[in-house]
């Protein structure tokens, strides 16, 4: 039975939708106000916000406030979590397909035979 983490539901949740993966690609290359990140978008800044808050609940962002200012800022450790299942999914899908190329190669050498 597989774990269920939700940490990592939360990280693929927040992944899930192109605007917060946009959202996270600005962030990469530096903080950034929120009033910056949603001109590209073309949506309402309360739907940004809602965007923002998704991002910020999975520990991808953290954000700021200085006055009326709000910055936020990529959290990159946070993608941990899933690069770590993505490779044990790997793993096993590439234990899976050798030992499924060992069959077929087994069958094809009794067939010859």
């Known amino acids: 039975m597989t774990k269920h983490d939700p ?11 192109s ?6 690609t600005r962030l990469a290359e530096g903080p950034a ?8 978008t073309g949506l309402a800044l309360p739907t940004v916000m809602r965007h ?11 954000s700021s406030k200085d006055g009326r200012v709000r910055t936020c800022a990529v959290v990159p450790e946070a993608l941990d979590p899933m690069r770590t299942w ?5 793993f096993i899908w590439e234990a899976r397909l050798d030992r499924l190329d060992a069959f077929v ?6 067939r010859k035979e």
């Not at 993505?86 to 790997?90: G, H, T």
């Not at 190669?105 to 009794?110: A, F, I, N």
């Open 86 to 90: 993505l490779e044990e999914q790997r």
């Open 33 to 40: 106000r929120v009033t910056d990140l949603a001109g590209p």
């Open 105 to 110: 190669m087994t069958m094809m050498k009794e």
């Open 7 to 17: 940490d990592l539901s939360l990280l693929f949740h927040a992944l899930a939708d």
């Open 19 to 24: 605007t917060r993966r946009s959202i996270l």
């Open 52 to 62: 923002l808050s998704v991002l910020e609940e999975a520990g991808l962002i953290s």
